[in-house]
T-cell receptor, first 114, second 111 residues
Framework: DTEVTQTPKHLVMGMTNKKSLKCEQH?????MYWYKQKAKKPPELMFVYSYEKLSINESVPSRFSPECPNSSLLNLHLHALQPEDSALYLC?????????????FGPGTRLTVT | GENVEQHPSTLSVQEGDSAVIKCTYS??????FPWYKQELGKGPQLIID?????GEKKDQRIAVTLNKTAKHFSLHITETQPEDSAVYFCAADTGGFKTIFGAGTRLFVKA
């Protein structure tokens, strides 16, 4: 199973709402990532978890809050977002960093902030 | 930090022709170079990768070459098919979990 799943597929939220994005993988990978992708642009790294600990935060605003409850799950909690936060949010995972660097991406959550 | 440049931004070929996409990177410490294909409405899919101790790698109709001295790497797709139409991203990785992506190439394969 080389699949990363993400829910929901689409999300529309107002600027005062609180919502969460979910990501799951069952490949035994120990690193998980959140990326943001705007239209016609490459993915931009937001957060990296390694062995369930936050390793990288690319200076992301605090209205985005990541959480890694266990090695298979990754959440992104959203609060008080701005319209410019509308984008495709991608989750990815990769094996133990000492062994390989391949990242496997999920299908993404298309987020619209109104 | 690392910077990856990718060319061309758009590429249109006839079905059956070859397609070549080129990337350059700036950080000589980069040691892993993946290529991703992203179809409309989907996440990027890893299609091939190469490590810095290898000069060329092939997988059926897809090949990647790496010139470490010149800091160039390229994706070659032979016998293109309409289902190859997508956006392709090159990337460079120095380790430490950060992958730097190129801007992407939109490939159109005309039947």
């Amino acid at each position: 199973d080389t699949e990363v799943t993400q829910t929901p597929k689409h999300l529309v939220m107002g600027m005062t709402n609180k919502k969460s994005l979910k990501c799951e993988q069952h490949m035994g990978h120990r690193a998980m990532y959140w990326y943001k992708q705007k239209a016609k642009k490459p993915p931009e790294l937001m957060f990296v978890y390694s062995y369930e600990k936050l390793s990288i935060n690319e200076s992301v605003p605090s209205r985005f809050s990541p959480e890694c409850p266990n090695s298979s799950l990754l959440n992104l909690h959203l609060h008080a977002l701005q319209p410019e936060d509308s984008a495709l949010y991608l989750c990815a995972s990769s094996p133990d960093r000492d062994d390989a660097y391949e990242q496997y991406f999920g299908p993404g959550t298309r987020l619209t902030v109104t | 930090g690392e910077n990856v440049e990718q060319h061309p931004s758009t590429l249109s070929v006839q079905e059956g022709d070859s397609a070549v996409i080129k990337c350059t990177y700036s950080d000589s410490a980069s040691n892993y170079f993946p290529w991703y294909k992203q179809e409309l409405g989907k996440g990027p899919q890893l299609i091939i990768d190469i490590r810095s101790n290898v000069g060329e790698k092939k997988d059926q109709r897809i090949a990647v070459t790496l010139n470490k001295t010149a800091k160039h790497f390229s994706l070659h797709i032979t016998e293109t098919q309409p289902e190859d139409s997508a956006v392709y991203f090159c990337a460079a990785d120095t380790g430490g979990f950060k992958t730097i992506f190129g801007a992407g190439t939109r490939l159109f394969v005309k039947a």
